[in-house]
């Protein structure tokens, strides 16, 4: 308990900032997270390729993982560095059918090249035990501004029976980003990818909170090898979110829980974990008080890193997430025809990279659950002509990363990935040929993406 308080009050006395943080933390999502940023290796004097695979985030090694935990506070000792970075992110996507309608207002049919994100950090050391990850974001696609992932971090470093123990409280606004592996939802490959072409169905855990919510959990490393970590979180208001130009996508969470399981092993040349995760959550979507859809999901993960030198470097992540999904609410307004169901997620992927600078990455991904007529009802483009969710597809990525090493031009102060990344599907919602009910066919939706994702 001493830990925790003292943690507490850390956070106590910064009550502006999270004040601050509380308001910010509401704005839109954006799809995928990010990043190796180079206010990072400012603050720690070391490259970018020190703490990420492949010299860009967010694939974390021992090190990355370390920094993280540490309430991103760790320096060169050099003195005060401004934690503030940038990142653009331009992106070109082309599905091999053109989709019935725009994704958004602002964009086509098909082939839309569009200023991704734009987007600031605040991110890095603001006290001796308290740091931030807080993203600002403006969103071609939609022209829309707004607070992106946002995390603010207590840690501190304890000696508990002679081993050490990294203690901390994250104040968050999306379960699973402030696990440290790669594995976790908010974490996983793609690290960028497209928001625009079709996808299937995921657990509630997967995004289906992010931005819309505020939450706080503690967590644990002990002897560098066993991790724990328990929170929970609360909607933002209909009247906040208003405000700030979103729509009331969640609705109002009733008695929920995020916790997390690991065991990590670092052998220098090698790292690896294996865990478990899980959130329970009810979901009152009209805000009313009464019965709720509730979601209990629980995930098995795993990861492997060979860093060798660090001139080769192969990685293998694992998951899968089971959820058991309770419709009362959407069973008695009649848009489920079941009353409960489930959603199982499985993703594997393997990367190799060179010199930290050419990658090349694998990955294959499946997605299966209980057949629903009216939750998966038939709709052009996304909906199931068989009331099914079932999806399975692959993913093949390769970039090249020329900077992020200590060597490089602009070292510490620009990266670079210049990346090519194809997904096609073998089923989508159920069915490989006409899965919408509307002549659409699986492999319609296989999706040619390139992108230049900078930071600075």
Same mark, same amino acid.
């Given at each position: ?20 943080? +509380? !308001?910010?933390? @509401?704005? %839109?999502?954006?799809? /995928?997270?990010?990043? #190796?940023?180079?206010? &990072? ?7 970018? +390729? !020190?703490?990420? @695979?492949? %010299?860009?985030?967010? /694939?974390?090694?021992? #090190?990355?993982?370390? &920094? ?389």
């Amino acid at each position: 308990m001493q830990v925790f308080t003292s943690l507490a009050r850390a956070l106590a006395r910064h009550g502006r900032l999270l004040r601050w943080l +509380a !308001a910010g933390t @509401v704005a %839109a999502a954006i799809a /995928q997270p990010a990043l #190796a940023l180079p206010s &990072f290796a400012r603050q720690t004097g070391m490259e970018c +390729a !020190a703490c990420h @695979v492949g %010299a860009y985030g967010p /694939q974390l090694t021992p #090190a990355g993982i370390r &920094f993280k935990l540490s309430g991103y506070t760790d320096s060169d000792g050099q003195g005060s560095k401004i934690p503030l970075s940038a990142m653009l992110v331009g992106g070109f996507d082309r599905t091999a059918k053109d989709l019935t309608d725009p994704p958004t207002e602002h964009t086509k049919t098909n082939n839309n090249a569009v200023a991704q994100e734009v987007s600031v950090f605040l991110a890095g050391r603001l006290a001796d035990r308290l740091g931030a990850f807080v993203q600002t974001t403006y969103a071609g696609a939609e022209r829309k501004t707004a607070i992106d992932n946002a995390e603010l971090r207590a840690a501190d470093t304890f000696s508990v029976g002679g081993k050490d123990l990294i203690a901390g409280l994250s104040l968050n606004n999306n379960p699973t980003l402030s696990d440290p592996f790669n594995t976790a939802p908010a974490w996983r490959f793609p690290y960028m990818a497209t928001e625009l072409a079709p996808a299937p169905a995921s657990p509630l855990i997967a995004g289906g909170l992010g931005q819309h919510v505020l939450g706080v959990s503690a967590y644990g490393m002990y002897d560098n090898h066993y991790y724990a970590e328990l929170g929970t979180y609360k909607a933002l208001s209909a009247s906040t979110l208003d405000k700030l130009g979103l729509q009331d996508e969640v609705g109002r969470l009733t008695s929920n829980a995020y916790w997390r399981l690991a065991y990590f092993g670092d052998l220098k040349k090698q790292a690896y974990h294996v865990g478990l995760f899980g959130l329970n959550a009810g979901v009152q979507p009209d805000r009313v008080q009464g019965p709720a859809n509730r979601y209990n999901d629980i995930g098995v993960d795993a990861s492997y890193q060979f860093l060798g030198t660090r001139e080769h470097i192969g990685t293998v992540y694992a998951s899968y997430i089971h959820e058991k999904q309770k419709r009362d609410v959407a069973y008695a307004n009649g848009e489920a025809e079941n009353q409960s169901g489930t959603l199982k997620e499985m993703q594997l992927n393997a990367s190799y990279y060179y010199n930290q600078t050419w990658g090349l990455t694998a990955s294959t991904f499946r997605t299966k659950g209980s057949s629903d007529a009216l939750l998966y009802a038939p709709a052009p483009d996304m909906g199931s002509a068989t009331g099914s969710p079932n999806t399975t597809g692959y993913m093949l990525q390769a970039d090249w990363t020329p900077w992020g090493k200590e060597s490089s031009w602009g070292s510490p102060w620009a990266n670079l990935r210049l990346g090519a990344q194809y997904t096609w599907y073998t089923r989508f919602n159920g069915e490989s040929n006409n899965y919408d009910g509307s002549g659409r066919n699986a492999r319609d939706n296989n999706t040619l993406y390139l992108f230049a994702w900078t930071s600075f």
